[in-house]
């Protein structure tokens, strides 16, 4: 099975082939109704393949190399678990730096007093920057927070960010206090990928090292996983259908994102250390509907997240910010399609979460109007 983790050198420590029509998803009285996003495509693209439990290629993800990994733990042993960071790309130019992530929470580390340590984690999503600090947990509030934002940029010379993303509901009014007074726009989004697995590395290699560590504890802030609720009417869609791309396909949906082409956004795979061979199949969500590019746009005024496939409600659930949780479409349950949903959640498991939401102004097209590259991660373990 194929797992996701940095690159280790970023690290600082110290056609579709249609399928058979009576095998689609539908709804047994009436098009199924889904969100969608804007954009058009000027050059020539693959059409998705529709999905088929038995056309889903094996996934091939290649990590580091040993010998990399085997340097990484060398240089891991001479670190001190203790020590602070505070880094800044010498080659990154500080401007380009406008949008943070940044966790602020108790970690399983006691302190002198035998109080829980609270870390903040400040990073942009390459890991140009990266920065840390303990607290003691009698000084969390806003004012500790905006603080410590304003020390990150006068320590490393940076100018102040424009957005902060974070992914903990329950730090959102003192994060959102802290953004506001200092004027920077807080963005409440699971989709903090990089901070999300840099704390999970953190967590291997700097807190379960710490002399305070606490194993077996229970994390203090768990992240939300709310009942789903009905989905807004701006945001339906009008057929849908699972689909898989070969990653070169996905590759120039990519390409149409970084030259303003279409609307959505990617991952940095290179960063995640995720090399993918370009004939792999991508499982993915195509959304038709006659108003494409306007409900593109609307969808990309949101932090879209995952799709995950409900086979016990016979639904798709779009999970959106960092506690929002829509019925994005439903289906008539049988064997059929009990199967084809399973069979793209494993193809997604397969690929280490990595799947994809495509906006079209019909299914059967060859463009789309939109085009987001998701990853659904497990919770960090802190």
Known sequence: MATLSFNPTRIRTPT??????????????KPIRIPCIPSSINHSHQKLIHFRANSVSETSLSTQKEEEQETLGDEEEDDDPTAEMSFLDPETDPDAISDWELDFCSRP???????KLWELVVCDSTLSLQ????????????????DAVVSVCDDLG???????????????TIITRA????GIKPVPSKRCLSLLLWLEERYETVYKKHPGFQKGFT???????????????????ERWAF?????????????????NTIFGSGLDLDLMGIEIDDKTMIPGLAVGSSRATVLSAIMNSFEL????????????????????????????????????????????????GLHFLAIQQDIESEECAGFWLLLDLPPPPV
Not at 243 to 259: D, K, N
Not at 327 to 340: D, F, G, I, L, R
Request: glycine residues 4%.
């Open 16 to 29: 579709f082939n249609r399928s058979n029509p009576s095998t689609k998803l539908t709804s047994s009285s």
């Open 109 to 115: 580390i006691l302190d002198a007093r035998g109080k």
């Open 131 to 146: 920065f840390t600090k303990y607290f003691p947990n009698n000084v969390i509030n806003s004012i500790t927070l905006k």
């Open 158 to 172: 940076l100018p102040l960010p424009k957005k902060i993303r974070f992914f903990r509901s329950q730090m959102q």
């Open 179 to 182: 953004c506001n007074e200092l």
């Open 219 to 237: 994390p203090l802030l768990a992240l939300d996983n709310p009942f789903p609720t009905k989905l807004p009417e701006d945001l339906f869609g």
């Open 243 to 259: 689909v898989q791309l070969p990653f070169s396909a996905v590759r120039e949906e990519l390409t149409s994102l970084q030259t």
């Open 305 to 352: 997240c995952t799709v995950e496939a409900d086979t016990a409600r016979g639904s798709l659930i779009l999970s959106v910010g960092i506690s929002t949780r829509y019925v994005y479409a439903t289906y008539k349950k049988t064997p059929t399609t009990t199967s084809e949903a399973e069979a793209w959640e494993a193809a997604k498991k397969a690929c280490g």
